[in-house]
T-cell receptor, first 117, second 115 residues
Framework: AQSVTQLDSQVPVFEEAPVELRCNYS??????LFWYVQYPNQGLQLLLK??????LVKGINGFEAEFNKSQTSFHLRKPSVHISDTAEYFC???????????????FGQGTRLTINP | DSGVTQTPKHLITATGQRVTLRCSPR?????VYWYQQSLDQGLQFLIQ???????AKGNILERFSAQQFPDLHSELNLSSLELGDSALYFC??????????????FGPGTRLTVL
């Protein structure tokens, strides 16, 4: 079974500072990795995904993530955060479940990013 | 707006009752997924349907059931409700089943409160 660990439950950062949200996964097979963002009282929105190819993935809102197979990590970064980035961020791995066609996502526990002025 | 709609937005009910949550996927999407988000369990996969057929089952209780109809909308039925079933229930949809990188688009969720 696959699992995802988000190492920080809360990350406070000052506006315009850089931020890194850490994510580690465990899997015995190749995986697809995702970062989702959840703004207050809203559903999840995809920030970026890693399927294959370049290990540096760029997403929306200036976020990027780097896939590191040897360290089984997929950390999310942004060089300069804004107040509007305050949200909960979820790392997820796609798990093969139940045979072909099954695409369930396994999520980490989430990291609450708080941007302070 | 993801294109996935869920109704109702909020639901308050009592223990022992039964409720139905409804989801309409994005136009053209054949797969529907249900997830439960609670404070203690986080985001957990419940069940997936593809074109009317069940494809994968996660941590779904026996008191819960789901189905996907010919028009591709899906319903999640929760019965004999307990206090611990209070959570945010998300529906997501994706285009198909081939290719592992297909994005799942999430609806806004239904917040269920069991009193």
């Amino acid at each position: 079974a696959q699992s995802v660990t988000q190492l920080d439950s809360q990350v406070p950062v000052f506006e315009e500072a850089p931020v890194e949200l850490r994510c580690n996964y465990s899997s015995s097979v190749s995986v697809y990795l995702f970062w989702y963002v959840q703004y207050p009282n809203q559903g999840l929105q995809l920030l970026l995904k890693y399927l294959s190819g370049s290990t540096l993935v760029k997403g929306i809102n200036g976020f990027e993530a780097e896939f590191n197979k040897s360290q089984t990590s997929f950390h999310l970064r942004k060089p300069s955060v804004h107040i509007s980035d305050t949200a909960e961020y979820f790392c997820a791995v796609r798990s093969l479940a139940g045979g072909s066609g099954a695409q369930k996502l396994v999520f980490g526990q989430g990291t609450r990013l708080t941007i302070n002025p | 707006d993801s294109g996935v709609t869920q109704t109702p937005k909020h639901l308050i009910t009592a223990t022992g009752q039964r409720v139905t949550l409804r989801c309409s996927p994005r136009s053209g999407d054949l797969s529907v997924y249900w997830y439960q988000q609670s404070l203690d369990q986080g985001l957990q996969f419940l069940i997936q349907y593809y074109n009317g057929e069940e494809r994968a089952k996660g941590n779904i209780l026996e008191r819960f059931s789901a189905q996907q109809f010919p028009d591709l909308h899906s319903e999640l039925n929760l019965s004999s409700l307990e206090l611990g079933d209070s959570a945010l229930y998300f529906c997501a949809s994706s285009a198909g089943t081939s290719g592992g990188g297909r994005e799942q688009f999430f609806g806004p969720g239904t917040r269920l409160t069991v009193l």
